[in-house]
């Protein structure tokens, strides 16, 4: 929920060489790297067009990528880490691959700053 008490809703998404620019019906714009997803990272301007804004705006899905993104998740913070490796993180090329879901990947937590996508409460 925002400050504001209204539910942020996406109106149109563009894209530049590094950023995804996710416009909301309240005037907000969000930049968003692609390197924080990626799937959308790797993939070509046409494929990156070829969304769609679901739910009513709290949505943003790519079915050629395989990929959706909420939009409260966005303006939280929270992004897809499966792609991150160790190798080489000063370049985007350190996330030419993204292992499969229960793979020995890495996890996002070996990298200072990164925030992890999911929140587990405990009793």
Request: aromatic share 8%; proline share 7%.
């Amino acid at each position: 929920m925002t400050t504001l008490g209204t539910k942020p809703l996406a109106t149109k998404l563009t894209f530049d060489s590094d950023c995804m620019w996710v416009d909301l019906a309240d005037g907000r714009r969000l930049s968003v790297p692609l390197a924080y997803f990626p799937r959308l990272f790797r993939a070509d301007r046409a494929h990156l067009e070829n969304y769609i804004i679901s739910g009513g705006g709290t949505g943003l899905h790519w079915e050629e990528l395989d990929e959706n993104i909420s939009v409260d998740s966005l303006l939280l913070g929270i992004w897809n880490k499966t792609g991150f490796k160790s190798a080489s993180k000063a370049s985007p090329q350190w996330m030419t691959e993204t292992p499969l879901p229960g793979s020995n990947a890495e996890s996002p937590d070996q990298f200072p700053g990164i925030q992890a996508n999911n929140v587990t409460a405990t009793s």
